[in-house]
């Protein structure tokens, strides 16, 4: 099993990014998937997660409105649009799949390798 995750970078603050994880090696349609990220000292914390037919999202309070989470199950993808970027979104973000959804990063199978996001002021 792989998550490959993609799209991280500098963008400046109110900024846009899209990021994308592919998933290979897995019955991806049969995963919940997420979002998680981990700034530099901090635990690593749940951003978004989408169900396996895509229709229902979940959000940590302080992303909703701004994130979106999205997924192609046609394309073994899922991403995540990141909009009105803030510099406290600045982390590592990390996809995730799980047969289930939680909020907590030990209910998850399987990680990506994550991907920068550095929003500067």
């Known amino acids: 099993v792989q998550l490959q995750a993609s799209g991280g970078g500098l963008v400046q603050a109110g900024g846009s990014l899209r990021l994308s994880c592919a998933g290979s090696?897995?019955?991806?349609?049969?995963?919940?998937m997420a979002w998680f990220r981990q700034a530099p000292g901090e635990e690593r914390e749940f951003v978004a997660a989408?169900?396996?037919?895509?229709?229902?999202?979940y959000y940590a309070d302080s992303v909703k409105g701004r994130l979106t989470i999205s997924r192609d199950n046609a394309k073994n993808l899922v991403y995540l649009q990141m909009n009105s970027l803030k510099p406290e979104d600045t982390a590592v973000y990390y996809c995730a799949a799980s047969g289930f959804f939680s909020k907590w990063y030990g209910g998850y199978d399987y990680w990506g390798q994550g991907t920068l996001v550095t929003v500067s002021s």
């Open positions: 090696g897995l019955s991806f349609i049969t995963y919940y």
């Open positions: 989408i169900n396996r037919s895509g229709g229902t999202a």
